[in-house]
């Protein structure tokens, strides 16, 4: 019987849709004895997993409930087949990145900052932020206190599972769309990323959607702010080491561009880091895929791909192939 060990603090009713003929062991947080399992789905949380990664015997397949899986080859070695969760955080981190991008468009932060300071006149501060953030400092009347998504170019650094949902949730904005990813290709249209930095003065809103690799650590760095038009909407939607803290601490409070992150380096962002103070800025804390419907999905995929690997299938969401 094949063993999969799973965290304690998911709710077993979560795994009553995984195949027959698996024997589900529960792993504790703290793991003081070694555990002999052939599947693990280990807990969304890296520090949790590595401490009990020295326990864990036997294992040959990881079923990442994350789509980011960057911890899991050096704590599990070469030997091990991994797995992620790939469409299980469609929905909610496209719904974020939508959020983030309007709200930003909107200028709800200072808003928000406005109700707070119950001072309705402060709503021509918006004027001034506008003018500040895009360098338009032309006469407007009446005054523009906010901005409009419909017909702006977005680019998507990233075009996979994501990436393709937040473009379905960008349709009715009519915007128009750069894609980027690894590779190039048609239908539709897919630039390969070694044309970003060509591509980056045509966007108004830079959509990073890709995963955390050698390849893509700092691929956001003084260069690319330097190339991107003033006032352009960062968002960073995928892991915070793909953009240069240094450089946008640098381009946002010289008030070159403005930003979005749901995910920083360092993370978690410590109390004091320059990041906190910089204008132009919205951060969430990581959590743009923590909605309650993430678990009951993440699950199923990982019980779809166990079921695979029960029935000798090829398995849909390998991130490292067991050399
Ligand atoms: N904020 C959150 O809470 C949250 C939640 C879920 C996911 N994420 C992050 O989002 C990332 C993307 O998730 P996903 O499910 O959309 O992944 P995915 O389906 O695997 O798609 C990844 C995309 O990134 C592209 N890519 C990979 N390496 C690249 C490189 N070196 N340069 C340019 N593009 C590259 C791929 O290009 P090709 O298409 O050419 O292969 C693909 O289009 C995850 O890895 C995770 O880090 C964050």
Redesign the pocket.
Same mark, same amino acid.
């Given at each position: 019987m094949l063993r999969v060990g799973y965290s304690a603090n998911l709710a077993a009713e979560l795994l009553t849709g995984f195949p027959q003929g698996i024997e589900l062991i529960r792993l504790p947080r703290e793991l003081d004895h070694d555990v002999e399992i052939d599947v693990w789905l280990p807990d969304p949380y890296p520090t949790r997993n590595l401490k009990i990664v020295p326990h864990l015997r036997g294992v040959k397949l990881v079923l990442s409930l994350m789509? *980011?899986t960057e911890w899991i080859p050096g704590a599990m070695g070469p030997h091990v087949t991994i797995c992620n969760a &790939?469409g299980a %955080?469609n929905v909610s981190?496209a719904e974020?990145t939508l959020s983030a991008i309007l709200m930003m468009l909107k200028h709800f932060p200072l808003f928000l900052d406005i109700q707070r300071s119950g001072d309705w006149k402060r709503r021509f501060d918006a004027s001034a932020e506008y003018a500040t953030i895009t360098g338009d400092a032309g006469m407007h009347y009446p005054p523009v206190m906010l901005e409009e998504l419909t017909g702006k170019t977005v680019m998507l $650094?990233?075009?996979?599972? +994501? *990436?393709k949902e937040i473009e379905r949730m960008l349709e009715p904005f009519r915007v128009e769309l750069i894609r $980027?990813? &690894?590779?190039s290709r048609d239908n539709p249209k897919v630039h390969a990323?070694g044309e970003l930095d060509a591509l980056l003065p045509k966007a108004q809103v830079v959509v990073l +959607?890709?995963?955390?690799?050698p390849?893509?650590r700092w691929?956001i760095d003084a260069r690319q702010f330097a190339l991107m038009q003033q006032g352009t909407l960062v968002v960073n939607?995928? &892991?915070g080491p793909i953009v240069n803290t240094d450089a946008l601490v640098e381009a946002l409070k010289s008030a070159r561009i403005r930003a979005a992150l749901? $995910?920083t380096d360092p993370e978690p962002l410590p109390e004091g880091h320059p990041l906190w103070k910089c204008p132009n800025l919205l951060i969430t804390p %990581?959590?743009?895929?923590s909605s309650p419907e993430f678990a009951r999905r993440a699950l199923q995929v990982a019980a779809d791909e166990l079921r695979r690997y029960m029935a000798g299938e090829p398995l849909l969401n390998v991130v490292q192939a067991a050399v």
């Open positions: 789509a *980011g &790939r %955080h981190t974020w $650094v990233g075009y996979g599972s +994501i *990436g $980027v990813a &690894r590779t990323v +959607i890709l995963p955390l690799s390849d893509t691929l939607a995928a &892991r749901d $995910v %990581h959590v743009g895929g």
